[in-house]
């Protein structure tokens, strides 16, 4: 096979992505291994890459949230996530990961798992549910997330409640 030289170019994330597909990706999944609270403000993800020849790749990044707030802890798990999945590609592809602009997060995940994922309705600014768990009005972003990570609706303070206590 192609040899990856020591000193590969920096690609950004989607020719990265693209790249390792074209390697033997077959899966790529995260996990939220700390949720951001108050003891630690940081977010703690992990990424597993699995290959079509078996082999497993697995790397672990962490992401601080600089306020206390639901919006900027889901955002750390988020961008935690997505280093997570950054080296754990790099590692696979031998290539660097040039980030540039905000990072495609969401489509990428959507271009690589397998599982299907509800249909999602775009450009939709205000969440009809509430929080599944203390019915508190949620904002898109809450909503979005939860859904994503929790398969429920939930708020931030009852998604930190979920995170922690599995
Ligand atoms: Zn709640």
Known sequence: MQSVPSQAKALPYDALLKKAKDLGLRRLETSVLRFPSGRAAYAV??????????????????????????ETQSR???????????RVLEAFT?????????????????????????????????????????????TYGHYEFSTRMFRRPLCAACQINTATSR
């Open 45 to 70: 993800c992990s990424a597993t890459l699995e290959a079509d020849d078996g082999s497993i790749y697995r790397e672990v990044a962490s992401v601080p949230a600089v306020s206390s707030s639901g």
């Open 76 to 86: 750390a798990v988020e961008g935690a996530c997505l280093k997570a999945k950054e």
């Open 94 to 138: 031998g290539h660097r990961c040039k980030l540039d602009g905000p990072a495609p997060a969401q489509r990428a995940m959507s271009d690589v798992a397998p599982v299907p994922t509800q249909p999602r309705k775009t450009l939709e600014p205000v969440p009809n549910e509430a929080c599944s768990e203390c019915g508190a009005p949620l």
